[in-house]
């Protein structure tokens, strides 16, 4: 596709080059092959079951050794919460006082996670952490709400949540919504619950707990008026970031197969999806890093559980590093024979995970080494799993990498052939679920951080329909920040409890039994 010099400008501009852009379109028109799933990953194949004794001798690891390294949280929380809302939203703008009744509309529209009878969404309402606040501008806006037909007191309530007139909730980030009542004077923010999370695993005796957020650019002032609200005394270190103009990715119109442009002509560029945070993570300089998502929290005393298995997750990823530094060193110095390359080669077959290149029985002893160090010194995930109960995303197989080697990979379903009865079946057959419970290590045994872009699978990314200004557009997203992203990345599953995981996908799980 040829490009004006007006188009150059514009994507040099944005951080990109051309043949980014190019490559960019070759992929929205030819697509991007499936995951190979070779098998699911399950307990004592793929997936590491801790058993108490275990998990003590981990988490003591940790509280023993966590002041020799430096801790980080990182939270991908840039998202809008409209998704979240989308039912609401729905309802909000086609709902017609007069014309048609709430339990009617909410039935015909099939609106999961709307409660289908009027009175139990008007008496459960006041389970949500952010009632008062709604209820306080109505009071101001709206006298004479108590009234109304209770109809028009749900439409009311649900716009006066979502619009900019009321709390706004419909545009703002997950991450500044109030998930939580204690008390009625201590009420916190997805934000919050991270914040104390992350003060209990990230502080040591030499360091103050960290954790940094992704967020978008127009949330900036927001972000920093909640964080030095709730942070006044700056105990724990915050810091935000902005995912980065240049992983950005243009859109193909599915009519015309012409990019996507404004109405002044110019290229339409979209975000490219969670992958690019990579970028955000090589940014980093901490020595273990702990990743999870905004929407992911747990209440009170909940928590501690959450807390005991990052630990635990923690203290196995340092006892990890350290016999992997020993055999890396060994390697380099001492060239090892016999009995002691044999350690090391069980040591990446049983703890690493890792199947070696066909052939590798033939190399002499030098080659072996070689390879041996090529693929131990790498980036390491330790991801927590839990037991599938249905939740839609990405769960732990033996797939092939980009190199067509067998390894342990996140893969979503929408990674796996649909066509192919063979995938489907090894999808069937999945024990767990990927819940983004992830501690991490992106130096060497040196202390060198890894340039991560190294180990991205660029065919493991997503061609997915879309609309832009009520037209159908295919839009490209960046492989996984879990999944293709980390393609290359040395990986040990371990089985966490359920009780670590309790997602807020819409607002109606916030009235589930853990969130309150």
Do not use: C
């Not at 009632?131 to 109304?148: A, G, H, N, R, S």
């Not at 002044?264 to 702990?290: C, E, M, W, Y």
């Amino acid at each position: 596709m040829s490009f004006s010099q007006k188009d150059i400008s514009q994507i040099q501009a944005h951080g990109l080059s051309t043949n980014e852009v190019q490559r960019q379109i070759n992929i929205l028109k030819n697509g991007l092959p499936f995951t190979e799933v070779i098998e699911a990953a399950t307990i004592g194949n793929g997936i590491v079951k801790l058993d108490e004794t275990v998990q003590q001798t981990f988490y003591d690891i940790f509280e023993q050794n966590k002041a020799t390294y430096t801790l980080q949280k990182f939270v991908p929380a840039s998202g809008a919460a409209t998704r979240m809302f989308k039912n609401w939203v729905f309802f909000h703008q086609n709902y017609q006082s007069g014309q048609h009744y709430y339990e009617r509309f909410v039935r015909q529209h099939q609106l999961t996670g709307m409660e289908s009878d009027l009175d139990d969404f008007l008496n459960n309402f006041p389970g949500y952490a952010f009632y008062q606040d709604v209820m306080d501008v109505i009071k101001e806006t709206l006298p004479d709400y108590f009234q109304l037909d209770e109809n028009e007191q749900v439409w009311q309530l649900i716009h006066f949540t979502l619009s900019e007139e009321g709390l706004g909730y419909a545009q703002k980030p997950k991450a500044f919504i109030k998930f939580h009542r204690y008390t009625k004077n201590n009420i916190k923010t997805a934000l919050e619950e991270h914040l104390t999370e992350a003060g209990a695993y990230t502080g040591t005796d030499k360091q103050a707990a960290k954790v940094e957020f992704s967020i978008s650019p127009q949330h900036k002032i927001l972000f920093d008026e909640l964080t030095q609200k709730v942070n006044p005394e700056h105990v724990i270190d915050i810091s935000s970031s902005f995912q980065k103009p240049e992983t950005d990715t243009v859109m193909l119109d599915m009519t015309s197969g012409k990019l996507v442009r404004d109405d002044a002509g110019k290229l339409v560029f979209r975000p490219g999806g969670h992958g690019s945070l990579i970028d955000n993570i090589q940014d980093l300089d901490a020595d273990i890093i702990f990743i999870k998502n905004i929407d992911n929290v747990q209440k009170g005393e909940a928590q501690e559980t959450t807390i005991q298995y990052k630990k635990i997750l923690a203290g196995y990823l340092m006892d990890l590093l350290e016999q992997n530094k020993k055999y890396l060193k060994q390697l380099q110095n001492e060239k090892p024979v016999g009995d002691a390359l044999q350690e090391i080669e069980n040591f990446a077959r049983q703890k690493m995970n890792i199947h070696f290149i066909e052939g590798y029985e033939t190399l002499n002893n030098s080659g072996k080494r070689r390879y041996l160090a090529y693929k131990l010194n790498r980036p390491v995930r330790i991801a927590g799993m839990v037991k599938n109960t249905g939740e839609p995303g990405g769960g732990p197989f033996w797939a092939k990498d980009q190199n067509g080697i067998k390894s342990l990979q996140i893969v979503e379903k929408a990674q796996i052939n649909p066509d192919d009865p063979k995938q489907q079946d090894i999808l069937k057959q999945a024990t767990h679920f990927n819940p983004v419970d992830l501690v991490v290590s992106i130096k060497d045994y040196e202390g060198n951080k890894f340039n991560l872009k190294e180990f991205v699978n660029e065919a493991a990314g997503f061609v997915t329909e879309k609309s832009y200004n009520g037209n159908p557009v295919k839009v490209y997203e960046r492989p996984g920040l879990w999944n293709g992203a980390m393609d290359g990345w040395n990986t040990v599953f371990i089985e966490v409890p359920l009780a670590t995981f309790s997602p807020v996908k819409t607002v109606t799980d916030l009235l589930k039994p853990e969130h309150q």
